[in-house]
């Protein structure tokens, strides 16, 4: 390596605030031989001519588009190298993470829309899958309510995913649960019977598609709906005492499971 003065190119200090590199990156490009600096001062401290300095740039150049050090060296010196068709490859690859990103973003648009508003479709949609006694505001109050919540979280997070097709099998699972407990009731089934306790578990399967239920959350919920003016009117309108109903076939099923449900938390 010839010898130079100490005015003489660039330190690896100056070209690395130049370029904007660390010198842990020039250093490593001079071991491997990818750019070396051509000169070397008095006192052995190596520098970078304009030369050394415009083979850096195309090699930053390089980097930022994504090849890999082995690729950079070959587009850099090997005359027979394809660069039109390194570039337009790495073009490809960069069109392809654009494309992931760009995914990756709707996804946590939609999440972020499903943790602050629950369902993820319009009021018509709504009511067309959950029938005209589902209030549209109903989300809005459950978010109030229960935002804070990790069972919000985890009602978003299903959300999220479910498009009106998913929330219609949801819709018609529920409908169907309903149906058999208004039936169920009109048969005289009893609190604390098989069929009784065969209808409290199936509501726990059904409702799992909102979050996982625990039978103290249960009892907890049948309570709301027995109490809250909305989801009263809702199970009293399939038919007229069913909210009561249903609480007591589900405070029956606790107690066979070791649950007091005057005492029972939500947990």
Same mark, same amino acid.
């Given at each position: 390596?010839?010898?130079?003065?100490?005015?003489?190119?660039?330190?690896?200090?100056?070209?690395?605030?130049?370029?904007?590199?660390?010198?842990?990156?020039?250093?490593?490009?001079?071991?491997?031989?990818?750019?070396?600096?051509?000169?070397?001062?008095?006192?052995?401290?190596?520098?970078?001519?304009?030369?050394?300095?415009?083979?850096?740039?195309?090699?930053?150049?390089?980097?930022?588009?994504?090849?890999?050090?082995?690729?950079?060296?070959?587009?850099?010196?090997?005359?027979?190298?394809?660069?039109?068709?390194?570039?337009?490859?790495?073009?490809?690859?960069?069109?392809?993470?654009?494309?992931?990103?760009?995914?990756?973003?709707?996804?946590?648009?939609?999440?972020?829309?499903?943790?602050?508003?629950?369902?993820?479709?319009?009021?018509?949609?709504?009511?067309?899958?959950?029938?005209? +006694?589902?209030?549209? #505001?109903?989300? &809005?109050? @459950?978010?109030?309510?229960?935002? $804070? =919540? *990790?069972? !919000?979280?985890?009602?978003?997070?299903?959300?999220?995913?479910?498009?009106?097709?998913?929330?219609?099998?949801?819709?018609?699972?529920?409908?169907?649960?309903?149906?058999?407990?208004?039936?169920?009731?009109?048969?005289?089934?009893?609190?604390?019977?098989?069929?009784?306790?065969?209808?409290?578990?199936?509501?726990?399967?059904?409702?799992?598609?909102?979050?996982?239920?625990?039978?103290?959350?249960?009892?907890?919920?049948?309570?709301?709906?027995?109490?809250?003016?909305?989801?009263?009117?809702?199970?009293?309108?399939?038919?007229?005492?069913?909210?009561?109903?249903? +609480?007591?076939?589900? #405070?029956?099923? &606790?107690? @066979?499971?070791?649950?007091?449900? $005057? =005492? *029972?938390? !939500?947990?």
């Amino acid at each position: 390596m010839p010898d130079a003065t100490d005015t003489d190119g660039l330190t690896v200090g100056q070209v690395s605030a130049r370029l904007g590199v660390t010198v842990r990156a020039l250093h490593h490009w001079d071991e491997i031989g990818l750019a070396r600096p051509s000169l070397r001062t008095a006192a052995g401290y190596r520098l970078y001519t304009a030369g050394d300095l415009e083979r850096l740039h195309r090699i930053v150049v390089y980097r930022e588009i994504g090849l890999g050090l082995d690729r950079i060296r070959d587009v850099l010196d090997d005359s027979a190298a394809d660069v039109p068709g390194a570039l337009r490859a790495q073009r490809a690859q960069v069109a392809e993470r654009i494309d992931r990103l760009q995914r990756l973003g709707a996804g946590l648009d939609r999440m972020i829309d499903a943790h602050e508003r629950g369902l993820l479709l319009t009021a018509e949609q709504q009511a067309e899958i959950f029938g005209p +006694r589902w209030d549209p #505001d109903w989300p &809005a109050q @459950a978010r109030r309510r229960y935002g $804070d =919540t *990790a069972q !919000w979280r985890q009602y978003a997070e299903r959300s999220a995913s479910r498009g009106p097709e998913e929330w219609q099998a949801v819709a018609d699972a529920m409908t169907g649960f309903e149906r058999a407990l208004g039936e169920a009731m009109d048969a005289g089934v009893a609190p604390g019977s098989p069929e009784a306790d065969q209808l409290v578990e199936r509501h726990r399967e059904v409702f799992a598609s909102y979050f996982p239920l625990t039978r103290q959350m249960q009892v907890c919920l049948a309570r709301m709906y027995e109490a809250d003016p909305g989801f009263a009117a809702h199970y009293d309108g399939i038919r007229p005492g069913l909210a009561a109903w249903f +609480r007591r076939i589900v #405070d029956a099923c &606790a107690r @066979a499971h070791g649950i007091d449900p $005057d =005492t *029972a938390a !939500w947990e």
